[in-house]
C-alpha cells in the first residue's frame, strides 16, 4: 500500500521556512503557546520529528513536551533540518505500514497516522509565525485537513490537558480562523 505524504511533507516544509525565517534575536520571543518561546516551539515540533522515527524504528518515543528547547540547542534551523533528515531516512515503506497507536482510536498503520499528524506542525508554524512577527497565513488546504483531523483528537487531548478550551470565532471566519480558535488560540484581527 502506497501512501501519499505530500501534505506532512509540505506542512514540514512551511515549518522549515518558518524556522529560516526567525531572526537571530527573536528565539526566547514569547509564542502563543503558554510558557513557551519561538525556540520552545521550534524544539517541540523538531522533537516531533524524533517521535516519528521512534514510531518507525520501534524505539521508544522521547517527551516532545518537557523542556523541548533542549530539541534545538545552538543552530535552530540545523538542528531541525538535522532531525527531518533522520526522520526522513527511517521512512521506509515497511516502517509506513507499521501499526502506531492514535489515542483512543486505536492503532494506525504510520503512514496513515502521518496524514493526520500534519495538524501538529502546522499548528506550531502559526505559533511560530506569530512569535516571530512572520506571516501567518496558512496553506489553506492543509488547514482544511488539520480541521479534520483536530475535530477527531481535541477531546481526549482536552481530557489530559494537552490542549487549551476552544474559543468562539468571530462569525464569517475563515477556516483557518475557526481551527486556531477551535485548538484555543486566539487570533488578533486583521
Same mark, same amino acid.
Given at each position: %500500500?502506497?501512501?501519499?505524504?505530500?501534505?506532512?511533507?509540505?506542512?514540514?516544509?512551511?515549518?522549515?521556512?518558518?524556522?529560516?525565517? +526567525?531572526?537571530? #534575536?527573536?528565539?526566547?520571543?514569547?509564542?502563543?503557546?503558554?510558557? *513557551?518561546?519561538?525556540?520552545?516551539?521550534?524544539?517541540?515540533?523538531?522533537?516531533?520529528?524524533?517521535?516519528?522515527?521512534? &514510531?518507525?524504528?520501534?524505539?521508544?518515543?522521547? #517527551?516532545?513536551?518537557?523542556?523541548?528547547?533542549?530539541?534545538?540547542?545552538? #543552530?535552530?534551523? %540545523?538542528?531541525?533540518?538535522?532531525?527531518?533528515?533522520?526522520?526522513?531516512? =527511517?521512512?521506509?515503506?515497511?516502517?509506513?505500514?507499521?501499526?502506531?497507536?492514535?489515542?483512543?482510536?486505536?492503532?494506525?498503520?504510520?503512514?496513515?497516522?502521518?496524514?493526520?499528524?500534519?495538524?501538529?506542525? &502546522? +499548528?506550531?508554524? *502559526?505559533?511560530?509565525?506569530?512569535?516571530?512577527?512572520?506571516?501567518?497565513? &496558512? #496553506?489553506?488546504? &492543509?488547514?482544511?485537513?488539520? /480541521?479534520?483531523?483536530?475535530? %477527531?483528537?481535541?477531546?481526549?487531548?482536552?481530557?489530559?490537558?494537552?490542549? =487549551?478550551?476552544?474559543?468562539?470565532?468571530?462569525?464569517?471566519?475563515?477556516?483557518?480562523?475557526?481551527?486556531?480558535? /477551535?485548538?484555543?488560540?486566539?487570533?488578533?484581527?486583521?
Amino acid at each position: %500500500m502506497a501512501h501519499n505524504l505530500s501534505g506532512y511533507h509540505r506542512t514540514l516544509d512551511l515549518f522549515e521556512g518558518l524556522v529560516a525565517g +526567525v531572526p537571530h #534575536d527573536a528565539w526566547d520571543a514569547p509564542s502563543p503557546c503558554e510558557g *513557551w518561546t519561538a525556540r520552545d516551539v521550534a524544539g517541540h515540533v523538531t522533537g516531533g520529528q524524533s517521535l516519528i522515527r521512534s &514510531l518507525a524504528t520501534g524505539e521508544p518515543p522521547p #517527551d516532545v513536551n518537557r523542556d523541548p528547547a533542549r530539541f534545538v540547542q545552538g #543552530d535552530v534551523l %540545523m538542528s531541525w533540518r538535522a532531525a527531518r533528515k533522520e526522520c526522513a531516512a =527511517a521512512l521506509t515503506p515497511e516502517a509506513l505500514l507499521r501499526p502506531v497507536p492514535f489515542g483512543g482510536l486505536g492503532e494506525l498503520p504510520l503512514g496513515d497516522f502521518l496524514g493526520g499528524y500534519i495538524l501538529e506542525p &502546522l +499548528v506550531h508554524a *502559526w505559533d511560530l509565525a506569530r512569535a516571530t512577527g512572520q506571516p501567518s497565513r &496558512l #496553506d489553506p488546504d &492543509l488547514v482544511h485537513h488539520a /480541521f479534520a483531523t483536530a475535530q %477527531m483528537v481535541a477531546a481526549p487531548l482536552r481530557a489530559a490537558g494537552h490542549l =487549551a478550551p476552544q474559543l468562539t470565532a468571530s462569525p464569517g471566519a475563515d477556516e483557518q480562523t475557526r481551527l486556531l480558535a /477551535f485548538l484555543g488560540r486566539t487570533v488578533p484581527p486583521a
